[in-house]
């Protein structure tokens, strides 16, 4: 008799909890209705050892160690943390989040930093540990569709350090559940300075065979204990340790098509090179000169363009990256037997180089953007790393361009994806000399004799 | 004499101010702007429409936009986009109304 009542009793509660999953609702609400909602204490009373665990993922921690990336410390932690390069040239040790110096113009301050954008409070910031980190993540900000940003501003507290505020509202937490593409981009979508410039890509349903199909970051970027998976752009160094692929089983496996050539093209060719035919975004910035924007703060000088307004560049890319003080992309070659053709966003940045070493230098914003004084900006973050002779480095720092290869890996097309003849033609969008395609190669590749047949059967079914 | 040159000074300058002015007002056209938004109207969480009033950075003109898009009235009731956010804006002049076909925050980290 207990045993029946104890089945019964365990059935009812898996029936509700997949009705409740069912319906989309997150549980738990009862408990955050009549207690309120507390911080991640609240959470972990579902989700014990979460916050703990988050602490350990690169969103946190705005680094990683790399494996794939030459001339760099294989048991050193990389990210926005603390690289340099063109696209930010300042990173979050640098540019810390603070109160930039008065306009001489207006006489007005603002609060400024790179880790604007970390998911705790300030004052328990990228990469910190413990009871008050734990306490301090915005579980709200990634989960929560009724999040009031009103509330996530910086401001000074009594002690005039500078707190990150945060909605930790009831009213919040009762809108909880799987990030939705809002939540996603409330960060990701204004990186680099401005709405699609460093990605250079919106994830809407025009712009987006993924989104058009209602799906969200998070179905591809499918998290496990907050470890969120990524592709392998040669600029996005820290990872959580996971990757996603379009070949994955659960997606569109090794042979996406039901045309066996295509499915022979995947082998040489990476998806996003037939399937993502377009990008945009910024492409070239100059940290050497900013601009006054009518606030009168100052704003490097930035090129850019809308999503689906520029055109890749192919290179082979066999997952691994060259990176120099000057260039950041791809490595890989036709003879490798690991690369595949893979399409890319170019972007050129202008910025200060060490004169006696030739590396980048990296820039702290606070000064450039109250006055537009670049070298103010470079001898203070020379200071902040620790550079011997800060004022000379800064006095005789020497412009440069450094050339990024972005992963172009979004506004994935169905429709318009390349065809046989965007390629293989004399004017075709993929370069074959400069891939590493002999003259005899190239004359068979850039003729129709490859698809005529085909496609003059496929036509004549269509019409 | 007077007369008819100020008859002909008039039309001139009638002349002018449509091909300087003309294309603001024309229909269909699409006019790009950056400024200041100093209000935002917009009725509840469930509007499915909202104005913002901008405040144009080279003119300092008042210009009231007609937002209908759900991703901007999303940032409107989230206040991801507030009052004092500078914006880039492009909008049409449909039926008298400056319709957004793009309203974005300059500012990003």
Redesign the interface.
Known sequence: MKMTKAIAAALGLALTATTVLAAGVHPGKESIEKSGYKGPETCEECHPGSAKGFLDTVHWKHASKVTNVEGIDAKVEYGMKNRIYVMCNGNDIVNNLKEIPKSPVTGKSKFS??N??HPGNHLSDVGSTGAAAEAAVDCLVCHST?????QRKPFKNEKGEVVMGQDRSTKAALAIGKPTV?NCM??HE????????KRGFSF?KDTDAHAAKGMVCVDCHKAKDHKMPTGHDPNNWANDGVFVSCADTSCHGVKPHKDADLNRHCAKIACQTCHIPRTGGAFAKDFTVWEQ???KFYEPTTLKKEANETTPVYAWYNGTVKNTPHFIGPKGSKKDGKSKITPFKIFQGKAYYNKQTGELLSMDFAQPMSDGDTRAGVLSAAKTLGLKNPEKIAKEAVPGWQTIYFGSNHLVTKTKALYCANCHAPNGVLNFKDLGYSDKEIVKLTSPELFMEKLAQKQKEEW | MKKAVSVMVLVAVAALTIFCFGSVASAGEEIKM?G?ITKIDIAGKDAKTATATLKD?KTEQLVVITVEDD?TL?KFK???I?EGD?IRCKYEVIDGKNVSKLF??????
């Open positions: 930093g790179c604007t954008c009724d999040y009031d940003f009103r809002k409330v960060c204004a990186a680099g300075g401005g709405v699609i410039v809407t924007t009518p606030d | 950056v200041v950075n991703l999303d989230d206040h991801r507030v500078e974005r925050k300059t500012a990003g980290c």
